[in-house]
């Protein structure tokens, strides 16, 4: 807006110098041509107008001042003052080139393709135009960002290094550390930080491919053989439950077996009849006492009566 409007104070006071030399236009006007040419001129260097996502920072005679000019309409003085812009929208910066470093086992890592968005607070954008050379541009450079990346590399283990929700928030945690130290707290602020590739040489992907494979043979044959053994303990147990379950039946029965229980069950399966052949006398005598007690006699009477 300032140009045009200085463009066009120019044109009108040109216009008015050529009239004022034709014969046939009137001094007056043409006089009235050049003064509103300059006043044209100079009203569009009164004001500066802020875009959104920008700060203004006021300079007289080249001397910076502190205050920010907010967005929208800010006045100047023409021609002693100016007003410059410094960007805090949120920028990105890309990293395609790969990162390398080492885990916390020294194992060589590389990270690629790596995005990293930032923003440049606005209460510090007289700062940072009058102590940074690249004012607003590049202050997040590819060597803080590669230095932030290895340094969150030799934190993490091989089992984290390569998850993004742990690699990534360590990056940005160093990154803000080294802006921090660089242009002080709160000046830039790192937002996000996206790492698309993150991985380990190919040797050792290989091995842990094979180490992989390993583990899971052998996971396998341990269930395999905690299988067996559970299964081995379950039937010794249960012919341990038998075993003690017959023992147990085995002393009550015998417990249960007096000499009258085995007596009964003796009439109980006697027929009444002696044995015809013998081999000891005193089997037949325990026998005959035997009977003649239950039958309420002495045993001896009854063997020695003779038959008819």
């Excluded at 700060?55 to 005679?61: I, S």
């Excluded at 010794?236 to 379950?245: G, T, W, Y």
């Excluded at 147990?248 to 007596?263: F, H, K, M, P, W």
Aim: negative net charge.
């Amino acid at each position: 807006m300032n140009s045009i409007m200085l463009l066009l104070g120019l044109a009108v006071m040109i216009a008015g110098v050529v009239f004022f030399f034709l014969p046939k236009i009137k001094k007056s006007a043409a006089a009235a041509m050049l003064i509103a040419g300059f006043v044209i001129a100079v009203s569009g260097q009164c004001f500066a107008i802020v875009p959104t996502g920008y700060t203004g920072v006021r300079t007289t005679f080249g001397q910076i001042s502190e205050a920010n000019l907010p967005q929208g309409f800010n006045l100047k003085v023409p021609f002693i003052q100016s007003v410059n812009l410094v960007n805090n929208k949120q920028q990105d910066i890309s990293l395609s080139a790969q990162v390398w470093g080492e885990t916390k086992e020294k194992v060589p890592v590389f990270a690629e393709d790596v995005i990293v968005t930032y923003q440049i607070a606005g209460n510090r954008s007289s700062w940072i135009y009058a102590n940074v050379s690249q004012s607003d541009q590049d202050l997040v450079s590819a060597g803080l960002v590669s230095s932030s990346i290895k340094s969150a590399m030799v934190e993490l283990g091989v089992q984290e290094v390569t998850i993004r929700t742990h690699i990534e928030p360590l990056v940005k945690e160093k990154l803000q550390a080294a802006l921090d130290e660089k242009y002080g707290a709160a000046t830039v602020n790192v937002l996000k930080v996206v790492i698309n590739n993150m991985n380990f040489e190919e040797e050792y992907n290989q091995a842990i491919a094979e180490k992989s494979i390993a583990q899971q043979v052998y996971e396998k044959q341990q269930i395999e053989n905690e299988t067996r053994i559970a299964k081995a303990e379950a039937d010794a147990k249960a012919l341990m439950i038998e075993a003690q379950a017959q023992a147990q039946a085995n002393e009550t029965l015998s417990q249960s077996l007096t000499e009258n229980v085995l007596l009964s069950k003796f009439y109980e399966k006697w027929d009444g009849k002696l044995p015809q052949v013998m081999g000891e006398h005193t089997v037949i005598t325990a026998i005959g006492e035997e009977i003649a007690s239950a039958a309420g006699g002495t045993g001896s009477e009854q063997t020695s009566q003779p038959a008819n």
